[in-house]
């Protein structure tokens, strides 16, 4: 019976300490995500420091602490660009996104329906899956810069009114269009900031996080 007991606790402190390592691995690696759920509300996330607040809780829910962490988002005041640091940045499992924020701009980017994984390394569903979920929340133009009047009211309606700038993540739409294939700046929402407006053309008020050091 003891040899037994000891066996299981030996099995059991292996797999603890496999899981720690994970999470110590994930940790220093993870600095960029899409957020496995949005706010609830559309397009309102309580503004950039609600945005910000959400992709800091989602992080430290999945084990991954000691980062800042900032919403990929353009308000009236702020560019996107000029939110996430200096990169380079790596997803969950520790794939290269971006050496930098130059390259996340450019065409070499890594951020594939693949790559851009949410806070629990988890796919996010694209164009073809039920439900479609590939409309991330941006208010950016493709070179990470403000939009005029595109920004939901600076991510904080949710009703019939507003409009929000929406990328892909999955690189794909209704054609092959660069709008259509771009992460950050496909197409405006329709009908408002609700949520069932950004449903309504594929998406669920989800965005990206990256951490700033």
Request: contains cysteine; negative net charge; glycine residues 14%.
């Amino acid at each position: 019976m003891r040899r037994l007991l000891l066996v299981a606790a030996t099995v059991t402190a292996a797999a603890l300490a496999a899981t720690a390592g994970s999470a110590l691995s994930q940790d220093a690696k993870m600095n960029f995500f899409v957020t496995s759920v949005g706010s609830g509300k559309g397009a309102d996330l309580g503004g950039l420091k609600g945005a910000d607040a959400h992709c800091a809780s989602l992080a430290e829910a999945a084990g991954v602490t000691g980062k800042t962490w900032h919403a990929y988002l353009s308000s009236s005041t702020e560019d996107a660009r000029d939110r996430i640091g200096k990169g380079p940045w790596f997803n969950a499992k520790g794939e290269k996104i971006a050496d930098d924020v130059a390259s996340l701009h450019g065409d070499a980017n890594g951020i594939t329906k693949q790559t851009a994984l949410t806070e629990k390394g988890e796919m996010v569903n694209g164009r073809g899956d039920k439900p479609n979920r590939h409309d991330m929340l941006t208010g950016s133009k493709p070179d990470g810069t403000k939009i005029a009047d595109q920004t939901c009211g600076d991510w904080t309606m949710s009703g019939a009114e507003g409009v929000a700038m929406m990328g892909h993540h999955d690189r794909t739409g209704l054609d092959d269009s660069a709008a259509a294939k771009s992460w950050n700046s496909s197409h405006a929402s329709r009908g408002g900031c609700s949520q069932e407006a950004l449903k309504g053309t594929g998406g669920d008020g989800l965005f990206y996080c990256f951490a700033v050091e």
